[in-house]
């Protein structure tokens, strides 16, 4: 019995110990005298190792990720003793399928940041302590099935980050965070409220019970009716906010941008992976009444406007970027729309639960590889920022060109990469559910996503630089060099064999009633 | 044997693997080490790599053929990979698994052997030919990868790996051609060897669509299996139910518009496929690409663009045979196309002086020969020209390039390096080369005995004889209606004057290439040398000890007459080549010598092709006479080139083009369809540029851009607000996001769907709603039929044909709000002619066969 609970949280008891591990060697290791950088600063002990605590992290997030795996293959269901953790955290193949993707994404987001953050001198080892409390929270946040637990989770998860966005002590650094910060705590509040109101009307807080309350409640007018309708709006506002789907987006690119990259990666990844699962599970158990997933007046249409305006309003705006990672913060709300339309079709295809999954890890591998590349592109005082500075970079480092090439594509979703099969079973699954205006909205807007993808490419390979010009120079980091090969490499197995994750995609779901 | 059978089993045929693989590593390690690993590293790999895939192909052939022994079946070996994907298809067909599958049968085994054969001995005839390349390994590279390509292609078990093979060999053939591509003429070959190729591959997307959709499967053995229902009828005309407008004709002419057109979906298919077939072996109209791939090195206009990858169609329709027998208008298209293109290249390369563009025009011309075949359902005729076209014609261009390689030691601009008028009595000094190249000659001008010889004469004996079979009885297909049956869909038939037709021009072309190979022989090995003032002794100026072959590099003054030693033999890595394959083509022919009744090809690849050959008929007799034609046709051309050529010194040619200057420069500049396909399609679209650039100018940006620009600066206007770290903006933003997810979920809908119950009952079904209440008005009184509201969502309607009824719906939500709508349900009129009945049966016997069963007839109808 308790070997079932610990072997089957495992994931989340590992990074949860590592972290603690981490921010313990990070406070009382020896710095590295040749590491310090003369910053002036007051320098912790972590100073300089930033190297050596982002590989125990990124291991520490692997061996989560192997134990996803176990957990998998020994299947969470007969693992009897995790019936104790429920209705606190659902552990079945959908946490456990999440919590896979999120180490994946967090292991390689910490892979980037052991070079990143050597490279550019940036001192502050607590990064790696930081992802791991973050990841804990995410992974309980995919496994919530309770309103306490959920809230909990989310803010675990969105403390860390928000501190990860001001880990450069620059001015725009600064202010990403304090914006993602003061916004964030909206959201939260906003998504408390409509907590409350739940309770008030059903009188339950796990979320099974309030789908059954909320399926109890008759026909007419009544105060209970009313809570629950005000309830789901603020929840679906506080979701759309961790997504980053229009209108909800606005501190997106800021923070996404002020960031330093390895941390950009992480929130796109991990933070938005672990959001789209709770919004499920939220969205299918606790709302999942009929008469609350009626196209004509409940959530769907909702989410499907909000998937319209994330994908078109993004795609737009993306074009007009000048700034690489501006365009990939844009690219990720523009990813959220997309993953939103699968989100809508649960509502009438089975296949959609497990369709957003797949589309979630090939989401992770193609941007964490794309926010990689870019790191990869630029050394110190020489960072690649604008399409110009990638200008020709293919006739100087082919490979890291080439790299970026891959991921890039993935993202457009061109075959045979894994974004073309995730984008290709989101939309089999909208054509499932009868979504056929959503689909094509989300065809055509692919379409459009291609061009700005496609633009660094040219500016890769067809560009030569302006004279005079600052060139980038990639850096030399095989921290970032291991990190962009696990993730090119899964990127072409998931586009070359999709098949046995989809399947192991299809049976995760979260078990609606 | 046994050891082999139990190691390799027929359904996990692991050998085709090696088969693959062997390659593909040869291109990758000589694609990534190739520098590192020097010249002989770079020779060894590739070698290896071809050499080994052939043994393990060889192996394979023997397995097959074990397998195959005393089975009256084809036999077959498979080999999947792994499961790729599955897409859904039609409701009725389930969904369509795509797997990474190869197989093996008579007919890619045979197809296997000769890609790995005569891969093999070009590869070695490279070593040398390439060997000063400073891209030797960048060339050993791209070749392996040809040679996996080509062999996914023939080897994968379903359309979309053949198409990965068929596009993987188009890559590698862009590759190769501009592989030079410093010279701005070679990446232009490249440029449209490659667009060419995808208007054909086109086709084939479309043509896999069609199969999703009425077969339901992508395999061959499901295309096999399911083609009865390619023999749906499609509606082609009019679009919709009606052409619009058509009501303000006449109408007759309405009527005539409006007359529903169908075709069989297998004719669909075919025409796609054929188009797909088109580009990538060359026929009319998409053969320009062909004799301007000839830009590439020799080797590899030989192994591409002669022995393996020009073939890929003749392959596919072969492969498709069963599918393609289902539709003979488009067979009988096949046919006359081939024949066309034969005719027509055939003219083109009388007229050429360099050697490999005319080789290159008989290539398109012998493509055009077996599409000639496959056409009528000569499938193993046609296949087994593919078989000696690829022995002949590669024998033919490494003869050529042996020729231009001796050229090479003091003409290095690629246009006179090849230009026939400047070579002359290689007889004496290239024996090897010279009996090589007189012995590819014989066969395909089809001296009697030559492997030409055989199978050109079988091609032109089924084109005398072989007709395709309406694949319906009646050749019609019907529907009930309730006006009557209605003829839907009348099948072509084959025409009686079609086979005299297709025989008359095959027989005329082969007088062609006898007669222009004739020429090109006679002028590069007879006569004397004109290339340059033959000295002993001779010694070479220092600067041009670099010699590159084709790389257009050094140019003489033109003026300056020319000095150089006596042209000599080319080293034994490109004459063995040259003598096996000449050994080939000679003998070859008896793999299916039909006269002699030694016919093991047709045994061999009988079974492959047994479903087709059920909508073959071929007339007895005939055989004399085709013998009499060919032979005939053979002395006629060879006779006629002798006298030209050898006999009056080409002073007949010489005054023929001066009397009709015209017609010569015409077939020089190949007619100018090129030209023309620059008129018409190119600058068509550069019409179409500019008719967009001039919109993107005065419409984009004159209005749009404008507009959005002014839109996107009112926007930046409030982003560089906020972006002064004014954070309240977003909230504000947010705050006006949450009001209006609350509005949409505040405020009650009111929406209903109606459903279609059962005759003239229909349901109105009011959307629901959480919290929601509601109440009708039924009746149309304008009054509520109940002032409560009540949780009934659901009215039924009964109706009569044309009638209507609106119903008004009101409902109430949680918030005491309410909404209202009046839904109308109507009934259309009973319209006669239309009819619920079907159009026919169409099934598959136990024994294969296909059967239309009309309705109310006996299966015994049946044809097969």
């Known amino acids: 019995m308790t070997f079932d609970v610990v072997y089957g949280l495992s994931p989340l008891l590992v990074v949860a110990l590592g972290a603690l591990l981490l921010m313990l060697a990070e406070a009382f290791g020896k710095p590295n005298p040749q590491g310090l950088a003369p910053t002036g600063e007051v320098s912790d002990a972590g100073a300089g190792r930033a190297g050596e605590l982002g590989m125990g992290a990124a291991v520490v997030l692997f061996v989560g990720a192997a134990l996803s795996l176990g957990v998998w293959l020994a299947g969470p269901d007969n693992l009897v003793g995790l019936e104790l953790t429920r209705p606190y955290l659902i552990w079945d193949r959908f946490t456990v399928f999440v919590c896979f993707t999120l180490c994946l994404g967090g292991g390689l987001s910490c892979l980037l940041a052991g070079g990143y953050l050597t490279e550019h001198e940036i001192d502050r080892a607590e990064f790696f302590p930081l992802v791991l409390f973050s990841t804990v929270g995410a992974m309980a946040l995919a496994a919530a099935g309770e309103l306490l637990t959920l809230f909990v989770a989310l803010e675990t998860m969105s403390l860390g980050v928000y501190a990860l966005v001001g880990l450069r002590r620059t001015p725009r650094s600064s202010e990403a965070a304090l914006k993602y910060f003061l916004l964030g705590s909206f959201a939260a509040a906003l998504m408390l409220f409509g907590a409350a109101l739940l309770y008030g009307a059903t009188g339950r807080t796990d979320l099974a019970g309030i789908g059954q309350a909320i399926a109890a409640i008759g026909q007419g007018e009544g105060p209970g009716a009313a809570q629950v309708l005000i309830a789901l709006v603020l929840v679906v506002v506080g979701l759309a906010f961790k997504v980053s789907a229009v209108p909800f987006h606005m501190w997106t690119p800021d923070a996404y941008e002020g960031a330093p990259t390895p941390a950009t990666s992480y929130m796109a990844v991990a933070v938005k992976t672990a959001a789209f699962a709770v919004m499920v599970r939220v969205l299918l158990i606790a709302f999942g009444d009929e008469r609350l997933t009626s196209w004509a007046s409940g959530w769907p249409p909702v989410l499907a406007t909000l998937a319209v305006a994330s994908m078109t309003v993004a795609n737009l705006v993306a074009g007009r970027q000048s700034s690489v990672k501006r365009m990939l913060a844009y690219s990720s709300i523009a990813h959220a729309g997309y993953a939103l339309v699968a989100v809508v079709a649960t509502i009438r295809s089975p296949a959609a639960e497990g369709s957003i999954l797949f589309y979630l890890l090939t989401y992770t591998v193609s941007t964490a590889g794309a926010f990689g590349a870019l790191i990869l592109c630029g050394s110190r005082g020489k960072e690649a920022v604008s399409y110009e500075d990638l200008a020709g970079i293919a006739k100087r480092h082919p490979a890291a060109a080439m790299a970026f090439s891959l991921f890039l594509l993935s993202l457009a979703g061109v075959p045979p990469t894994a974004g073309f099969f995730g984008k290709l079973y989101v939309f089999q699954a909208a054509i499932d559910a009868e979504l056929y205006v959503l689909t094509v909205v989300g065809l055509l807007n692919s379409l459009v996503g291609a061009y700005y993808y496609l633009r660094v490419i040219v500016f890769m390979y067809m560009r030569e630089p302006a004279p005079g010009a600052t060139l980038a120079v990639p850096m030399r980091s095989g921290y970032v060099a291991s990190a962009l090969v696990i993730a090119a490499v899964l990127v072409i197995a998931l586009g070359v064999l999709p098949n046995v994750t989809l399947e192991w995609a299809a049976i995760a779901t979260v078990g609606r009633s | ?864």
Not at chain 2, 141 to 163: K, W
Not at chain 2, 203 to 221: E, Q, R, S
Not at chain 2, 526 to 542: L, N, Q, S, V
Not at chain 2, 712 to 741: D, N, S, W
């Open chain 2, 1 to 864: 044997m046994e050891a082999l059978v139990k190691v390799f089993p027929a359904n996990d045929f692991s050998l085709l693997a090696v088969i693959l693989c062997l390659p593909l590593i040869g291109a990758f390690i000589n694609g990534v080490f190739g520098k590192r690993l020097g010249r002989e590293g770079v020779t060894l790999m590739a070698l290896a790599a071809v050499g080994g895939s052939f043994l393990a192909a060889v192996v394979s052939f023997l397995v097959l053929r074990q397998a195959q022994a005393g089975s009256e079946q084809a036999a077959r070996l498979t080999y999947v990979a792994w499961d790729w994907l599955s897409v859904s298809g039609r409701h009725d067909l389930g969904s369509i698994p795509i797997k990474v599958a190869f197989s093996l049968d008579a007919l890619n085994a045979t197809m296997c052997l000769v890609v790995t054969g005569v891969g093999f001995l070009i590869h070695l005839y490279s070593t040398k030919y390439m060997e000063k390349d400073p891209g030797y390994h960048r060339f050993f590279a791209y070749l392996n990868l040809f040679i996996f390509s080509m062999l996914v292609l023939i080897l994968g078990d379903s359309l979309p790996i053949l198409f990965v093979g068929w596009e993987g060999v188009g890559l590698c053939s862009y590759l190769l051609i501009g592989f030079w591509f410093t010279d701005e003429k070679n990446a232009q070959a490249g440029k449209k060897a490659f667009i060419v190729n995808r208007i054909g591959d086109f086709g084939l997307l479309v043509a896999m669509a069609l199969f999703v959709y009425h077969v339901g499967a992508l395999d061959w053995i499901g295309i096999e299996g399911g083609r009865s229902r390619l023999l749906e009828p499609v509606k082609l005309w009019p679009i919709g139910n009606v052409v619009p407008l058509s009501s303000a004709l006449p109408e007759s002419a309405a009527a005539w518009l409006n007359t529903p057109r169908y075709v069989t979906a297998a004719s669909l298919v075919g025409l796609a496929l054929f188009l797909g077939c088109a580009g990538k072996s060359a026929q009319i109209p998409l053969y320009v690409w062909l004799p301007d791939a000839m830009a590439g090195p020799t080797p590899v206009s030989a192994l591409i663009h002669a022995a393996t990858m020009v073939t890929a169609g003749v392959y596919l329709v072969c492969r498709l045979s069963s599918v393609f027998v289902l539709a003979p208008a488009v067979m009988f298209t096949i046919a006359l196309v081939g024949a066309l293109t034969a005719l027509l290249a055939a003219s083109i390369a009388f007229a050429q002086n360099d050697i490999k563009k005319v080789l290159a025009y008989s290539t398109v011309s012998q493509l055009g020969y077996m599409f000639l075949g496959v056409g009528v359902g000569a499938f193993s005729a046609g296949f087994f020209h593919v078989v000696t076209h690829a022995f002949f014609k590669a024998c033919l261009f490494l003869g050529a390039g042996s020729v231009i390689y001796a050229m090479h030691k003091r003409i290095h601009d690629t246009d006179t390096s090849q230009d026939m008028r400047k070579m002359g009595g290689m007889k004496k000094y290239m024996p090897v080369t010279f009996a090589t190249f007189v012995g590819a000659w014989v066969a395909i001008i089809g001296f009697p005995g030559t492997s030409g010889f055989f199978s050109k004469d079988e091609i032109l004996l089924k084109a005398l004889t072989s007709q395709i079979q309406s694949p319906l009885p009646g050749g019609k297909i019907t529907q009930m209606t309730r006006a009557g049956e209605q003829t839907v869909l009348e099948l072509w038939q084959w025409p009686s004057w079609g086979n005299q037709v297709l025989f008359a021009m095959g027989v005329v072309g082969a007088v062609m290439t006898a007669f222009y190979m004739s020429r090109l022989v006679f002028g590069i090995f007879w006569g004397d040398f004109k290339g340059w003032t033959i000295k002993r002794k001779w010694k070479a100026p220092a600067h041009h000890d670099h010699d590159d072959h084709d790389h257009p590099h050094h140019h003489h003054d033109p003026d300056e007459p020319l000095e150089g030693p006596a042209p000599v033999e080319s080293p034994w890595q490109m004459w063995l080549p040259l003598a096996v394959l000449a050994a080939l083509s000679l003998g070859g022919g008896f793999l299916n010598a039909h006269l002699l009744h030694l016919h093991p090809m047709d045994d061999w690849l009988g079974p492959v092709f047994a479903t087709a050959a059920q909508n073959v008929t071929a007339a007895e007799g005939g055989l004399s006479l085709v013998l009499a034609f060919g032979i005939g046709a053979f002395a006629l051309g060879l006779g006629a080139a002798y006298w030209v050529y050898r006999l009056q010194g080409g002073e007949p040619a010489r005054a023929f083009v001066e009397r009709m200057p015209g017609l010569h420069r015409w077939a020089q500049d190949k007619f100018y369809v090129d030209e023309a396909y620059d008129e018409a399609v190119v600058e068509s679209a550069a019409a179409l540029a500019d008719t967009a650039a001039a919109a993107d100018k005065y419409v984009v940006d004159g209005i749009v851009a404008k507009l959005t620009s002014g839109v996107v600066q009112l926007a930046g206007a409030g982003l560089r607000f906020v972006q002064t770290g004014k954070v309240h903006t977003y909230a504000a933003v947010m705050v006006v996001g949450t009001a209006a997810v609350g509005w949409f979920l505040i405020a009650p809908h009111a929406q209903a769907r109606t459903v279609h119950q059962s005759a003239g009952q229909y349901g109105v079904v009011a959307a629901p709603g959480f919290g929601y209440q509601y109440r009708w008005d039924t009746d149309g009184d304008g009054q509520w039929d109940s002032e409560e509201f009540s949780s009934q969502m659901q009215q039924d309607v009964t109706l009569g044909f044309g009638e209507n009824k609106t119903l008004r719906l009101q409902v109430k939500n949680a918030f005491g709000r309410t909404a209202e709508r009046s839904i109308t349900v109507s009934r259309p009129k009973l319209d006669p002619t239309r009819g619920p009945a079907t159009v026919i049966q169409i099934e598959q016997q136990p024994d294969g066969t296909v059967r239309g069963v009309l309705p109310g007839q006996q299966p015994t109808g049946g044809v097969q």
